[in-house]
């Protein structure tokens, strides 16, 4: 299967540094060799994907996007990726803290493509970020962005 | 029970009932002393009259035909009396010659009294003076002029004429009772119509109203059927309810938001201590000694304790504030369930689990709460038991209104100095290497067997197994 992966680019939007480095973990076990782009807030969010825009970066493959972020916030974020013709089709999966119905509905209304609860366990916690993984760069089929 | 405590309606009749025996009682002693009154004075009166009356004749034996006739119709007895009398007929009894004899010396016409005669009847007496008038001397010489000559004696039977009266009197009286007894009925029903049964409809649905408050559950306004005090007084509950109940779910909001937030906001820097310590290990576990590696498995072990702690304050937060799905629950499933979830540990233990035959269903109860209970009961039993074969019994008493289970082992059993404890959270009896928990279970039971509102204690001794009772309804309320 890794034979057929294309080198897909992941852009993380997580405030968290402990949530990073275990999601930088979780992957490196996966051995796929994405390279991973951080944002650490909803601005730095913004400001990679207009350098995606411009062409300055290359389009992610995927986006794993935290609600909870300080200033700018996830929903903001996803709203502006789902605006924009060049960026929309990146699949965007929600990865959150929050269970709140109306959160998931929101974030289902403005098109993200999935929403995933942060287990609270460690252990689980890795087996999802690794699942979020297999799934979005090797089973599921992305279309062609960029 | 003192006064204080009856109903409205029933204050209401008693003070009804006393006003209105009150009245005719006094009503019917007014018509009696009226009444007896206005008897005496006709009897006066007559007697007044029929003397004056015979004063007048001249003729004695015109007098004396009056007086029969008189007596005939009247049933009064008329003579002529005299102190001296010429015919022997005319001779007074002892009142009329005491009397006759005060005539005399004290110049006085009339006098009257009711008097009791040996016979133990009463009569009323009149007497009126037979003076000697001018045309008197011809015939009864001797005499003078204005000297008492005699005294015309009336007797009437007292005590006949008043029977009359007082039969009439009581004849009244047990009218006006009747009367008062039959309005006093009518009053009580319209008053249990009019006030009692719909001010109990209303307290039924305020108690019902405040049950739901209670628990947080979505409530509807109780109906208003009238515009009167009681309409108003439901109204004025409603609104009070809504914005109880407004208050209520906000709180409960906030509670069950902050509940949550704790248990994520402590729990994800557990992660990140179980995850890096985890990370440690297999990055770096084979650059420690057995020290170092023995270190890094107390923090990820005490994480994960935090972790379960938290998990168990946050279920214990629950308990009775957030509701479950309710409906019918076989107490013999759950149990067979909670065998199923602990069959790994049975078989290893080699225990011998009995569960009675009778295990009853419960209503209107949360499923995963009656999981709670039993789960818990029956795990620690298998926990906190040393011998080769575990026995545990689960059983069940029918009590009418509730039923009484219990849960007995075979098993190391406890102190019952320290009954009360084994119940607190975060209590325990026994080191955590001797056997390991974090002392929220039997809270957590405890917790919920009295929010069904039912009762959990044990019996035990040290050494010779333990028994937990518990009682739950059989139909738990909402």
């Not at chain 1, 991973?36 to 062409?55: N, P, Q, S, T, Y």
């Not at chain 2, 102190?83 to 006759?100: I, S, T």
């Not at chain 2, 008197?136 to 002029?145: A, D, K, N, R, T």
Request: with cysteine; proline share 3%; hydrophobic share 35%.
């Amino acid at each position: 299967m890794k034979g057929v992966v294309r080198a897909i680019d992941i852009l993380l939007v997580e405030d968290s540094q402990d949530d990073i480095e275990l999601t930088l973990r979780a992957f490196r076990k996966n051995n796929l060799g994405n390279s991973i782009h951080i944002a650490r807030d909803g601005r730095e969010a913004l400001e990679f994907l207009k350098h995606v825009e411009e062409g300055r970066a290359q389009t992610p493959g995927l986006i794993l996007l935290d609600l909870k972020l300080p200033g700018v916030d996830g929903i903001e974020v996803l709203r502006y990726i789902k605006s924009r013709p060049s960026l929309r089709r990146i699949p965007v999966v929600m990865l959150t803290t929050s269970k709140n119905d109306r959160d998931i509905e929101t974030c289902y209304d403005l098109g993200a493509n999935s929403y995933i609860v942060k287990p609270v366990s460690f252990r689980e916690f890795m087996e999802t970020v690794k699942n979020i993984q297999l799934y979005w760069i090797v089973t599921n089929q992305p279309p062609v962005v960029g | 029970m003192s006064l204080r405590d009856l109903g409205i309606g029933t204050k209401l009749i008693l003070a009804i009932t006393v006003v209105i025996v009150g009245i005719s009682s006094a009503g019917s002693v007014v018509i009696y002393t009226y009444q007896k009154r206005s008897l005496d004075e006709q009897i006066l009166e007559r007697s007044r009259t029929v003397a004056e009356l015979l004063i007048q004749i001249e003729d004695h034996r015109l007098i004396s035909r009056v007086a029969e006739e008189f007596n005939k119709v009247t049933g009064y007895t008329l003579k002529q009396t005299s102190l001296e009398p010429v015919n022997p007929r005319n001779m007074p009894d002892e009142f009329e010659a005491m009397v006759m004899r005060n005539f005399r010396e004290n110049g006085e016409t009339e006098y009257y009294a009711v008097v009791t005669s040996e016979d133990g009847r009463r009569y009323f007496r009149y007497m009126k003076a037979l003076r000697t008038k001018e045309n008197c001397i011809s015939c009864h010489p001797g005499y003078e002029v204005g000297e008492l000559r005699g005294s015309i004696s009336v007797v009437a039977p007292y005590d006949t004429i008043t029977a009359a009266m007082k039969r009439n009197t009581l004849s009244v009286l047990i009218i006006l009772q009747i009367l008062a007894i039959s309005t006093i009925g009518v009053l009580y029903i319209l008053s249990r119509k009019i006030v009692s049964e719909p001010l109990n409809r209303l307290i039924r649905e305020m108690e019902g109203s405040a049950r739901e408050i209670q628990r947080g559950e979505e409530v509807r306004d109780i109906p208003v059927s009238s515009r009167d005090e009681i309409g108003r007084l439901a109204t004025a509950f409603n609104n009070l309810r809504r914005s109880l109940s407004e208050s209520f779910r906000r709180k409960n909001e906030a509670i069950e938001s902050f509940v949550y937030s704790i248990s994520h906001d402590l729990k994800a820097p557990l992660r990140s201590i179980e995850g890096f310590s985890i990370a440690l290990m297999e990055d770096y576990g084979d650059r420690l000694n057995s020290e170092g590696r023995h270190y890094i498995n107390r923090i990820v072990s005490s994480a994960r304790k935090m972790g379960v702690l938290i998990d168990e304050l946050l279920e214990y937060s629950r308990i009775g504030r957030i509701n479950l799905q309710r409906g019918d629950v076989s107490t013999s499933e759950v149990v067979e369930l909670v065998l199923e979830d602990n069959l790994y540990e049975i078989n290893r233990r080699g225990a011998e689990v009995k569960v009675a035959e009778n295990m009853p269903v419960l209503k209107n109860v949360e499923k995963q709460r009656i999981y709670q209970i039993f789960s818990n009961l029956i795990s620690n039993a298998l926990k906190y038991n040393k011998s080769s074969t575990p026995e545990i019994e689960v059983g069940c008493m029918d009590q009418g209104d509730r039923y009484l289970f219990y849960v007995k082992d075979n098993g190391i059993g406890f102190d019952m100095r320290y009954h009360d404890k084994i119940f607190e959270i975060f209590q325990r009896l026994h080191r955590e290497d001797e056997y390991s928990g974090t002392g929220v279970g039997l809270a957590i039971v405890k917790k919920i067997v009295e929010t069904y509102g039912g009762r959990i204690w044990a019996e035990s001794e040290p050494g010779k197994g333990s028994t937990f009772y518990f009682t739950l309804p059989k139909e738990a309320e909402v």
